[in-house]
């Protein structure tokens, strides 16, 4: 299912500036995905470019978003990382990614942003040489979409059947298919009824300070029981055939 309320303003933030400072949130994620890591990370979506930290220590790191802003972010802030402008719908991406270019791709929060999310699955597929692991994390269950959703430009939030969609006829096998963060899912689905102007307000940062300190314990606790069938994000692992 796609929202005709998706963002249509380029300039306007597709992230809260907290996330890129919520340290705790960042480990579980990745973390969770570990163990599909191997020698050669391609991050898929830099947006704040933090994740540099994490997937740099496991290995060759290349890192790529379609926003000059976020590459340009990205490499002040971590001069030693190789961070370049990449669209993954294009062709010039195939070229520049495949085949078999590294074994783990990572892409965290962006095919929602994508209209043909399909072709970017394809594509993402394309970087990875045979065995090589795709990790796709992507906001869960439509029946959350909100007005930060709109404002991050979200055509659409992923079910499982919606994500086995986007992965039709693309060349992998799903691994893992389950949800992720029921509490952040709950203060999502609150913040419907907020009336937010801005990914980028204070009430939002806010809540994603107090969360990554205070509540990330208890949802990663609760995160067992509830991955069946609802959280915040759905997270997809799938192997290169």
């Known amino acids: 299912m796609e929202s005709d309320t998706a963002r249509t303003d380029p300039l306007a933030p597709t992230f809260s500036s907290a996330i890129a400072d919520a340290h705790n ?48 972010g990205s490499r002040a802030k971590f001069p030693g990382g190789d961070f370049s402008l990449a669209d993954i719908t294009s062709e010039e991406f195939r070229s520049r990614f495949g085949p078999g270019k590294v074994d783990t791709v990572v892409c965290c929060n962006v095919i929602e942003h994508i209209e043909d999310d ?49 992965c039709k006829d693309v060349p992998i096998e799903i691994l893992e298919l389950r949800y992720f963060n029921s509490i ?12 937010h102007q801005s990914l980028d307000d204070g009430a939002v940062n806010a809540q994603i300070r107090i969360f990554d300190k205070y509540i990330l314990p208890i949802s990663r606790m609760v995160d067992p029981l509830t991955r069946g069938f609802f959280g915040q994000s759905l997270i997809c692992v799938a192997k290169r055939k």
């Open 25 to 72: 949130y960042m480990e579980w994620i990745v973390s969770t995905l570990s163990p599909y890591f191997g020698r050669d990370v391609l991050e898929v979506g830099i947006g704040h470019g933090s994740y540099y930290e994490y997937l740099s220590k496991r290995g060759s790191y290349r890192g790529v978003d379609i926003d000059p802003a976020n590459v340009e």
């Open 118 to 166: 399909n072709r970017a699955v394809t594509n993402l597929a394309h970087a990875l040489a045979p065995g090589g692991h795709l990790l796709l994390l992507v906001p869960a269950l439509q029946q959350l979409y909100g007005e930060l959703d709109r404002l991050a430009g979200h055509y659409r939030r992923y079910d499982k059947p919606m994500m086995l969609k986007a």
């Open 184 to 195: 952040g899912g709950l203060a999502w689905w609150v913040n419907r009824f907020a009336g």
